[in-house]
């Protein structure tokens, strides 16, 4: 599974430009949206962001709800639960200290604003893969059906609050652009997608518009993609991967009586 994460109108250059790559090599990915005030103005104001991502959900994307605001709300949540969020997320853990009451609010604004762009998402990526159990409790009564981790992807076994189960262990590699160890990030994720596509096993390739900033990431995470492809890795959305429709209005949808 091949993601774009931190898609809102700041980042859309980037975003095509690894749409453009990926639908070069016919790969379908899934496509986090900040619907928030993030970077910029939120998505819904940008009328030609949200219509390219139903154009790329037309050709066999996924889009995906990705936080809110795509950042952390300080001073709540456990001390320890904070520390370990500024430490894993660079303050992006946006749903990994609130309240039950405050991811719900929050999920609603986002699938809301999503609505008005005319983008119905089955899943959620919380920004950082951070997520504590409020949001979790949060996020079974949202109509939501799947949410995603560092290690894997849990579905919700059905709908009114049904318990979560860890239906997909699939690691997540990505970058720290700039940031410590970076030099060690790149070789960790091309060994990793080339042992992980060897033996057959699922696993996650996250593509951030700052990978942009540097060229050398870029083309290492494409040389690792390429490599998995040609080792029979198969690529598919989180939503396929699970069984699942790509939007919650074909999830909805009658089925038809064949005769």
């Given amino acids: 599974m091949v993601s774009i994460h931190d898609i809102a109108p700041g980042t859309a250059a980037q975003t095509a430009r690894w749409l453009d790559a990926l639908d070069k090599r016919g790969i379908p990915a899934t496509l986090l949206l900040v619907p928030g005030p993030w970077r910029g103005p939120s998505l819904v104001s940008d009328g030609r962001l949200a219509e390219d991502m139903l154009e790329a959900q037309d050709r066999g994307h996924e889009l995906a709800?990705?936080?809110?605001?795509?950042?952390?709300?300080?001073?709540?949540?456990?001390l320890w639960r904070r520390g370990v969020a500024r430490l894993m997320a660079r303050g992006a853990a946006e749903f990994a200290t609130l309240s039950e009451g405050e991811a719900r609010a929050r999920i609603k604004a986002g699938l809301e604003e999503l609505a008005d762009a005319g983008i119905d998402p089955v899943g959620f990526h919380p920004p950082g893969w951070l997520v504590n159990p409020e949001s979790v409790s949060a996020l079974r009564r949202s109509g939501l059906r799947y949410y995603s981790t560092h290690l894997g992807v849990h579905s919700f076994a059905g709908a009114g609050g049904a318990a979560a189960e860890l239906r997909l262990a699939a690691p997540a590699l990505s970058h720290r652009p700039g940031g410590f160890g970076e030099r060690l990030g790149v070789r960790l994720?091309?060994?990793?997608?080339?042992?992980?596509?060897?033996?057959?096993?699922?696993?996650?390739?996250?593509?951030?518009?700052?990978?942009?900033?540097?060229?050398?990431?870029?083309?290492?995470?494409?040389?690792?993609?390429?490599?998995?492809?040609?080792?029979?890795?198969?690529?598919?959305?989180?939503?396929?991967?699970?069984?699942?429709?790509?939007?919650?209005?074909?999830?909805?949808?009658?089925t038809r009586a064949t005769t």
């Fill in 189 to 254: 994720m091309t060994e990793t997608a080339r042992r992980f596509a060897r033996g057959g096993r699922a696993f996650r390739i996250a593509l951030h518009p700052d990978d942009l900033t540097r060229p050398a990431l870029r083309a290492a995470t494409l040389a690792a993609i390429d490599e998995a492809l040609g080792l029979g890795a198969r690529p598919t959305t989180y939503a396929a991967a699970l069984g699942l429709p790509r939007t919650a209005r074909e999830l909805h949808a009658p």
């Fill in 65 to 78: 709800l990705h936080g809110f605001y795509h950042v952390a709300t300080h001073g709540s949540g456990p």
